[in-house]
């Protein structure tokens, strides 16, 4: 029996940046990844083209740029037609999750400051906006590979509660500010998992809410440069096994 055909899409979210060992220093793409260990779980071939710093602009219809030194292409066109199961983590950059954490906690220093200028603006959207680019992607794909099971893989929680947390320069309010952020990406992704029948989601997180930044056992970096704030190793193994156990407690692999 052939090896089922598993592609990845999304940003920095599923791609791993600052895991070792990176496979591609411009996606910032770690052979480390939820991905890569799902394949593995899967026994799948994997075709990860999850990219840093993607919109799902990105992932439908607009070339990724790295600097003008490479250009990656719209992520649904490296999809196969006989594609079995595609996942897809990505929405933070749109609605600018992490990259508003960074802005505005690299603010607390006068280097960190003129740093922000590098980060990109986040656009002004509604939870339905972001779930109507989801759903945009999701149709590409089954036009793509009719077959294919889709999956939508939440963001792990970052902050499970507004209190302080150590060496994170955030106050109570800025926490909440950016929990809330998370809460309405987590809403667009249930939005477009309800708009299309037979899409899987997967409640990452709700099932993170205990392993944030300053938590006992994290599944997310704390600050730590331009790799803070994302999953970390043990994140990527447990979102990789949370969604291999997802699938196998409804047969759908």
């Known amino acids: 029996m052939a090896p089922l055909k598993y592609v990845a899409l999304g940003s920095s979210v599923a791609a791993g940046p600052g895991i070792p060992p990176i496979t591609n220093r411009f996606a910032q793409r770690s052979a480390n990844n939820y991905p890569n260990i799902l394949a593995k779980k899967l026994g799948a071939e994997l075709t990860d083209l999850s990219v840093s710093g993607a919109t799902l602009k990105n992932l439908l219809s607009v070339p990724q740029k790295y600097f003008y030194v490479i250009s990656f292409e719209p ?3 490296g999809i196969p037609a006989d594609a079995d199961i595609v996942t897809i983590s990505a929405g933070g950059n749109d609605v600018g999750y992490i990259t508003g954490i960074m802005r505005d906690t690299w603010g607390a220093t006068f280097s960190g400051r003129l740093l922000t200028g590098l980060l990109p ?36 929680t970052l902050f499970g509660s507004d209190g302080p947390i150590q060496d994170i320069p955030l106050d109570t309010e800025r926490i909440r500010h950016h929990r809330s952020v998370a809460d309405s990406l987590q809403k667009a992704y249930q939005l477009a998992a309800k ?22 056992e994290p599944w997310v970096s704390g600050n730590k440069g331009p790799f803070g704030f994302h999953p970390n190793l043990e994140g990527m193994q447990a979102v990789a096994d949370i969604v291999y156990q997802e699938l196998k407690a409804e047969n759908l692999v």
């Open 75 to 77: 992520q649904v066109k």
């Open 121 to 156: 603006t986040a656009e002004d959207l509604s939870n339905q906006d972001v779930a109507n680019r989801f759903t945009a992607i999701i149709d590409e794909v089954r036009k793509i590979a009719p077959k294919a099971l889709i999956v939508l893989v939440e963001y792990p």
């Open 195 to 216: 708009a299309r029948p037979g899409v899987k989601l997967i409640p990452i997180g709700e099932l993170s809410r205990e392993h944030g930044v300053g938590s006992k």
